[in-house]
């Protein structure tokens, strides 16, 4: 027990820390509880990495999120990464009902960011064109994204990552990517305007299947959306484009079941990517050979296949194994 003297001074010095720590506890405005709910405002602004799509460009960069509500946020750096969105200005664009559309990015300073509401992406694949100016540098891109945003997108590739496709050797020479649960071979001939996606299967080989709705997406100058047909009996998914030389950015959609998955060729979370330029997405093959045979799902399935000299074929293929060839 401390005496009445001992517990004067006690309280003289123990209070004033007790009446801090109780205002902290209570995020009090006042006192040591300031900092602290700074702290968690400016969390409650902050976007999340998770959730964002960070494109650079030759001055700097941006850092998009896009909500399934269509709000676009865009948090704009300079080269040292320090914070420059007060600097820029810009709008974006979308098509809606066969008329362009448009809104104002203009800086929210409580997000501390270039705001705008665009359009809720009610599509399975959403493109959304920007113009920003930046220091009287104007950049121009495209987003190519799923129903959900940003998040969406960054929740698919970290789900696909876990395939690993390093390994993997495209049976026509295109480039491989995982959309979901589907292993995918895009492949254009770059002699004409022909795109193709096979579907494969576990050992990287194509395989018939018939009940997928895909669209590929081109970023870069020219940007286009693509929507493939089902050929050939579902040997592969097949358009055309206006692409001139390897494209910049890819972004693939397929749909099964009424579920839709969204991918960009070769992202992962975390990666930066190039407004314009950059690495090229090299799914153009010169003299490509459609060759490689299909395995069937289901069926029995036919399917037309080249038969050199004697012209194209058309093979039945059934899941038992029994096949009947067609000379035409």
């Given at each position: 027990?401390?005496?009445?003297?001992?517990?004067?001074?006690?309280?003289?010095?123990?209070?004033?820390?007790?009446?801090?720590?109780?205002?902290?506890?209570?995020?009090?405005?006042?006192?040591?509880?300031?900092?602290?709910?700074?702290?968690?405002?400016?969390?409650?602004?902050?976007?999340?990495?998770?959730?964002?799509?960070?494109?650079?460009?030759?001055?700097?960069?941006?850092?998009?999120?896009?909500?399934?509500?269509?709000?676009?946020?865009?948090?704009?750096?300079?080269?040292?990464?320090?914070?420059?969105?007060?600097?820029?200005?810009?709008?974006?664009?979308?098509?809606?009902?066969?008329?362009?559309?448009?809104?104002?990015?203009?800086?929210?300073?409580?997000?501390?960011?270039?705001?705008?509401?665009?359009?809720?992406?009610?599509?399975?694949?959403?493109?959304?064109?920007?113009?920003?100016?930046y220091e009287?540098?104007?950049?121009?891109?495209?987003?190519?994204?799923?129903?959900?945003?940003?998040?969406a997108i960054?929740?698919?590739?970290?789900?696909?990552?876990?395939?690993?496709?390093?390994?993997?050797?495209?049976?026509?020479?295109?480039?491989?990517?995982?959309?979901?649960?589907?292993?995918?071979?895009?492949?254009?001939?770059?002699?004409?305007?022909?795109?193709?996606?096979?579907?494969?299967?576990?050992?990287?080989?194509?395989?018939?299947?018939v009940d997928?709705?895909?669209?590929?997406?081109?970023?870069?100058?020219?940007?286009?959306?693509?929507?493939?047909?089902?050929?050939?009996?579902?040997?592969?998914?097949?358009?055309?484009?206006?692409?001139?030389?390897?494209?910049?950015?890819?972004?693939?959609?397929?749909?099964?079941?009424?579920?839709?998955?969204?991918?960009?060729?070769?992202?992962?979370?975390?990666?930066?990517?190039?407004?314009?330029?950059?690495?090229?997405?090299?799914?153009?093959?010169?003299?490509?050979?459609?060759?490689?045979?299909?395995?069937?799902?289901?069926?029995?399935?036919?399917?037309?296949?080249?038969?050199?000299?004697?012209?194209?074929?058309?093979?039945?293929?059934?899941?038992?194994?029994?096949?009947?060839?067609?000379?035409?």
């Amino acid at each position: 027990m401390l005496g009445p003297a001992a517990e004067v001074l006690f309280m003289r010095w123990v209070g004033p820390l007790v009446t801090c720590v109780a205002f902290s506890l209570s995020v009090s405005v006042a006192g040591c509880g300031r900092k602290e709910s700074a702290r968690e405002s400016a969390a409650e602004e902050a976007p999340l990495a998770s959730s964002s799509l960070v494109e650079v460009f030759e001055r700097g960069s941006i850092a998009w999120n896009v909500d399934e509500t269509g709000k676009v946020l865009a948090f704009v750096h300079d080269e040292s990464g320090g914070d420059a969105s007060k600097k820029a200005k810009g709008t974006i664009e979308w098509t809606e009902d066969g008329q362009t559309r448009s809104a104002k990015l203009a800086f929210d300073a409580k997000a501390d960011a270039l705001v705008a509401d665009g359009p809720p992406p009610v599509n399975d694949l959403n493109e959304i064109r920007y113009a920003l100016v930046y220091e009287d540098e104007p950049v121009k891109g495209t987003l190519h994204l799923p129903r959900a945003g940003t998040a969406a997108i960054n929740a698919e590739a970290e789900a696909s990552a876990k395939i690993d496709v390093s390994a993997a050797v495209p049976p026509h020479g295109g480039v491989v990517q995982v959309v979901g649960e589907d292993r995918v071979e895009i492949v254009a001939d770059d002699d004409s305007d022909e795109v193709r996606v096979y579907l494969l299967d576990a050992s990287w080989q194509p395989v018939v299947v018939v009940d997928r709705s895909i669209t590929i997406a081109v970023g870069g100058a020219s940007p286009e959306v693509i929507v493939l047909t089902s050929a050939e009996g579902g040997a592969y998914f097949v358009g055309h484009w206006r692409v001139v030389g390897q494209p910049p950015r890819v972004t693939v959609m397929v749909k099964h079941a009424g579920k839709s998955h969204v991918a960009i060729v070769g992202w992962r979370p975390g990666v930066k990517l190039a407004v314009n330029g950059g690495p090229k997405v090299k799914v153009k093959v010169k003299a490509v050979a459609w060759g490689p045979g299909v395995h069937v799902k289901g069926g029995p399935t036919m399917v037309k296949v080249k038969a050199g000299k004697g012209g194209p074929s058309m093979v039945k293929v059934n899941p038992n194994g029994k096949v009947k060839v067609k000379i035409k």
